[in-house]
């Protein structure tokens, strides 16, 4: 035969447990302050999603290879879904803080490159020049955009791409 606590002993038992518990909880979500940056920085966030240039230009079937190809399939341009790799460089004042290239998405790389940095910076007075070059069949960059920032502690200076708002975005 099982003994089981009365109600007047469990009860508060449980209570008082339930209480400590809140507590605990209550305690590790306000006392470990965590401060991701200084008094006196920022941060200095790359955040972009797309793809690429084509890697290789579109060619032209000839008639004999259209003709062995079946007829849902013939199409007069055989174009390679393999994109370019997006290269980024982001200089701050002068000296490269991100130099890097972001290969496609996908099985195929025929997704678009995402990329993600955080750098923390000193806050005040910046030059920024964002670089970008999305076409593996040319050297330099295809995208560029200068700004000039004065950068106040704590605040997030996002460096994002979106071809329809002219390219490359500094917010």
Known sequence: ????ASPIVRYPAQAVLYALFAAFVGYFSTAPSLRLLGDDEALLRLSLLHPGKPREDCRKRTPEELAKMPPQMRTALDCPRERSPVRVRVELDGKAVID?????AGLAKDGASAAYRRLPIAAGPHRLRVQ???DARRSDFTHERTAELDVKPGRIVLIDFDAEKGGVLIK
Do not use: R, T, W
């Open 100 to 104: 890097e290239s972001f290969a496609p």
């Open 1 to 4: 035969m099982s003994q089981e």
């Open 132 to 134: 970008l070059n999305d």
